[in-house]
């Protein structure tokens, strides 16, 4: 299994316009892998796409990705989706004679009438003909060539959110980048060799959550520690931890040497920091 990913960042890409703070001025002048973009993952050999930040066209420029023919989608929000008109891009731009072959865009059933209600542009190339939308179902497998995806609802009892477990040939990864915060972990998590989730923001969590003010985004936003809980409880192979937040630009969170300081401190846990363009393979 080849993995790339495509975009590290989180609902913000890192340098944020107009901030010359350290960490953005030092994404501004370093690059890769200080300057993150919106999350994103390309799986080679099926050309699978899971999501579409903002950033998609230059990515797709960047990884000099040839062909895309499926697009999963993990949930609504902006940084995952604002990318969409690649469609359009794809349909007048792909070598494979792209009317005969759509780009196939897979939305779970559950996320559903939330892409209906606010992010109802994705309707447009599906009727201008340059996409085929399929409703997916949870946990109920969808197989493309050698691959299997299976689509994962978090079962959070505040939000629809969705992970996918990719296998093939026998591997198994599961890609989590958003709201992983209260998920239900069942049998779907079991064996994994790789685990791509978000990662938390640093602290002690409950002294840092007792001392936010009503409302802070940290109340229901994994912490960390909240990550190593996930990882002693289904013990992937490996953990590669993206969708690291541009909001978070003023504090260490967004510094990529404390990131992977903190993550090599738990050695048996195999946990690396993403970075844009990092490839893997399994
Ligand atoms: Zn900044
Ligand atoms: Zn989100
Ligand atoms: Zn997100």
Known sequence: MKLIILGSGGSVSIPRPFCNCENCSKARKKGIPWARTGPSIFMEEESILFD???????????????????????????????????????????????????????????????????????????????????????????????????????????????????????????????????????????????????????????????????GHAWHDHISFEENLEIIKKIRPQRTILVHIDGTRHLNSDANHDFLLKQAKKYKGFNIDIAYDGMKIEL
């Open 52 to 214: 579409t930040p903002e950033e998609i066209r230059m990515q797709i420029e960047r990884e000099k990705i040839k062909k895309i023919k499926h697009v999963f989608y993990t949930h609504w929000h902006p940084d995952h989706t604002q990318g969409l008109r690649i469609f359009e891009h794809i349909y007048f731009s792909h070598p494979d004679k792209p009317k005969k072959e759509l780009v196939n865009v897979y939305i779970p059933e559950n996320a559903f009438s939330d892409f209906e209600k606010f992010c109802s542009s994705i309707f447009f190339p599906e009727k201008k003909g340059y996409i085929k939308i399929n409703k997916i179902q949870d946990r109920v497998p969808i197989k493309i060539g050698t691959t299997s995806i299976t689509p994962l609802d978090f079962k959070r009892k505040d939000r629809v959110r969705y992970g996918y477990l990719i296998e093939q040939n026998g591997i198994r990864t599961v890609y989590a980048p958003c709201s992983v915060f209260d998920i239900s972990l069942d049998e779907y998590y079991q064996n994994l060799d790789l685990v791509l989730m978000e990662i938390g923001w640093f602290g002690n969590t409950k002294e840092r959550r007792a001392k936010l003010p009503k």
